[in-house]
């Protein structure tokens, strides 16, 4: 099960992707795709889960496009066959979507939705780190260490290796670091791999890139968090585990695997690390059938266009 936490009593699926080719610049492929970074864009997001339930098991899905000032959702739909009662545990602050369901027998979930997004230009270059009493309080947990970024046991390394003058320059040159030095390799890592394996391995997938990166800016007294999400020409096409750091009194979205820009990507949840944007958790046990996600840019007509 790629990317599931193997636990007798509870499973979770985790932001993941399988072997894909080596990263390109995130501008680059924005450039080759036509997109302007600063303009809006009309994505078709789509996803299908296939599981195998022996026994009755409560299900959480935190698989739907989150409602946010940045991103306008429509024409969306949740199928699960066979047909079963929905519960929603919403959140009304951050716009996540969370559906409840028992799942039994082979179950599939289909998941479809038309976004638009009005994305925020990166502007990260020379940005000061914020002080603590600057910091809106919902930011102040994302310096801490969490399960799978023990951020205070890099603090020595990150001084050492990046001392860019200010917050901004650090959060590059951490980008910079990681795709230089960190290999993506599938297969090197599980769902308990925490940022200190992955440092010590030099390898391993979105998930990895995404808890070094936090971690590493945490150490370095920069607010970061995990964010799932649904992303235009990640190849092959899977959820997506990014990093988004609070500096300049607003949070910007990064891709530490470099692998799909940032402007079209689609979001789903956001916490401390992977544990908290596992996008199904199973209480209880499955067996992975099959999964699939596919991200489709739209004209504004809503004809794809490439």
């Given amino acids: 099960m790629s990317g599931a936490e193997k636990d007798p009593s509870r499973t979770s699926v985790l932001p993941d992707s399988s072997a894909r080719p080596a990263a390109q610049p995130a501008e680059r492929l924005a450039q080759e795709g036509g997109i302007d970074p600063c303009s809006s864009a009309r994505l078709l997001v789509?996803?299908?889960?296939?599981?195998?339930?022996?026994?009755?098991?409560?299900?959480?899905?935190?698989?739907?496009?989150?409602r946010t000032q940045m991103q306008a959702v429509f024409q969306e739909q949740l199928i699960i066959n066979p047909v079963a009662d929905i519960a929603r545990l919403d959140d009304s602050i951050t716009g996540e979507r969370r559906a409840v369901f028992?799942?039994?027998?082979?179950?599939?979930?289909?998941?479809?939705?038309?976004?638009?997004?009005?994305?925020?230009?990166?502007?990260?270059?020379?940005?000061?780190?914020?002080t603590i009493a600057e910091l809106p309080s919902a930011a102040i947990n994302f310096l801490l260490p969490s399960r799978y970024c023990p951020s205070d046991r890099l603090q020595g390394f990150v001084a050492a290796t990046f001392q860019a003058s200010s917050a901004g320059d650090r959060v590059l040159a951490i980008l910079e670091w990681l795709?230089?030095?960190i290999e993506y390799s599938p297969g090197v890592s599980d769902a308990g791999t925490?940022?200190?394996?992955?440092?010590?391995?030099?390898?391993?997938?979105?998930?990895?890139?995404?808890?070094?990166?936090?971690?590493?800016?945490?150490?370095?007294?920069?607010?970061?968090?995990?964010?799932?999400?649904?992303?235009?020409?990640?190849?092959?096409?899977?959820m997506h585990a990014v990093t988004e750091v609070f500096l300049g009194g607003r949070w910007h979205l990064i891709d530490p695997t470099g692998r799909a820009p940032t402007q079209t990507m689609v979001r789903v949840a956001t916490g401390r690390d992977a544990g908290d944007i596992?996008?199904?958790?199973?209480?209880?046990?499955?067996?992975?059938?099959?999964?699939?996600f596919a991200v489709t840019h739209l004209s504004a007509e809503g004809v794809p266009i490439r």
């Avoid at 082979?106 to 038309?114: G, K, M, P, T």
């Avoid at 971690?215 to 995990?226: D, E």
Wanted: with cysteine; charged share 20%.
């Fill in 46 to 66: 789509q996803a299908t889960l296939a599981y195998r339930f022996s026994r009755p098991a409560e299900v959480l899905l935190l698989l739907e496009a989150a």
């Fill in 102 to 130: 028992v799942a039994t027998g082979d179950v599939e979930v289909n998941y479809s939705a038309v976004v638009d997004l009005r994305p925020e230009p990166p502007e990260l270059a020379g940005l000061p780190a914020p």
């Fill in 179 to 181: 795709q230089r030095n």
């Fill in 194 to 238: 925490d940022a200190m394996e992955t440092l010590a391995k030099r390898a391993g997938v979105c998930r990895d890139f995404t808890h070094l990166a936090i971690a590493f800016c945490r150490a370095a007294n920069i607010p970061a968090r995990a964010v799932s999400v649904y992303a235009w020409r990640l190849d092959p096409p899977d």
């Fill in 278 to 292: 596992a996008f199904m958790t199973v209480f209880g046990e499955a067996e992975l059938l099959a999964q699939t």
